[in-house]
């Protein structure tokens, strides 16, 4: 049982009831956007659904994986995920989620997302979610609610894209070795490892892998890798303990790594994204 959180109604609903209501709320709302929060327990899953607007959807505690026919993605800490108006997805908890999901029409504002895209969130964006998220959205709009949302709005084509999506594959053999992966990742794990695992030939398993994310596994080790070192590295944690702690041999190995995958040292990198963010967050303070 789940403490609703949604507009649709007071009390302990079920989960799937509380999705159902969620949905046909948001069917008959008009209003632009409508952002809304909801808590997950480990392990659960959102069956398959879709809605006449495109859902801005970020985990502010615990992980995600996202199910569309288009591939699966976990998306990480400080990302969202955009899922436009549509497409039939399904959402699974990998560990307790704190989730605030934005849902907007799609002719709301020139410039929407019109593909799913993992995107990076601003400290500005987060803070907007978090406080349009504080009051009941059934309740009338103050004016400094709408400007809120209207803010909020503008700021969504605003978001950079970022290659942090992390397909996941169907295949519950491989998912479950990948699982463990994001449990204890290490960039010495080897194609060879993974197959003997599975009693499959290197070139059957090279060929399932890829087929199941569209990757190979060098390339998904290190968006797994990245997915690991960038919210410890925001976070100011040294570089060093960093790569040693993700099973690096060296710092220079890592930042080798991290370049390839992002086009630049983690450095210059966590320093290009505070400086794109700091003029919104000098804007907000106008």
């Not at 993605?73 to 989620?97: K, N, Q, R, T, Y």
Request: hydrophobic fraction near 40%; proline fraction near 8%; aromatic fraction near 6%.
């Amino acid at each position: 049982m789940l403490k609703e959180e949604t507009p649709a109604g007071n009390g302990d609903v079920s989960m799937f009831e509380m999705h159902m209501r969620r949905l046909r709320w948001l069917e008959q709302k008009s209003d632009h956007i409508v952002a809304l929060p909801c808590e997950y327990p480990d392990g659960y899953r959102v069956p398959e659904h879709d809605h006449d607007r495109a859902q801005l959807l970020h985990a502010l505690h615990g992980v995600v994986l996202i199910k569309t026919k288009f591939g699966r993605w976990i998306v990480p800490p400080d990302h969202a995920m955009w899922v436009p108006a549509g497409i039939v997805h399904s959402v699974e908890m990998l560990g307790d989620v704190s989730m605030r999901s934005v849902y907007v029409l799609p002719d709301a504002i020139e410039g929407l997302p019109s593909r799913l895209r993992v995107v990076a969130v601003s400290d500005l964006m987060r803070s907007l979610i978090i406080e349009a998220v504080q009051k009941p959205a059934q309740s009338a709009p103050s004016e400094r609610r709408i400007l809120l949302l209207n803010l909020l709005l503008l700021e969504i084509p605003r978001l950079p894209e970022r290659p942090l999506g992390l397909t996941f594959p169907s295949d519950p053999r491989i998912a479950a070795l990948c699982r463990r992966f994001l449990a204890e990742p290490s960039p010495h794990t080897t194609i060879d490892d993974w197959a003997e695992l599975l009693g499959m030939s290197r070139r059957s398993f090279t060929r399932t892998f890829h087929r199941e994310t569209g990757l190979s596994l060098s390339t998904w080790r290190q968006q797994a890798l990245l997915f690991a070192a960038l919210p410890r590295l925001a976070d100011g944690e040294p570089i060093t303990s960093v790569a040693l702690d993700l099973g690096y041999d060296s710092v220079p190995a890592f930042t080798t790594m991290f370049k390839r995958m992002l086009g630049a040292s983690p450095r210059n990198y966590l320093r290009r994204s505070f400086e794109a963010e700091r003029p919104l967050r000098q804007e907000l303070l106008i």
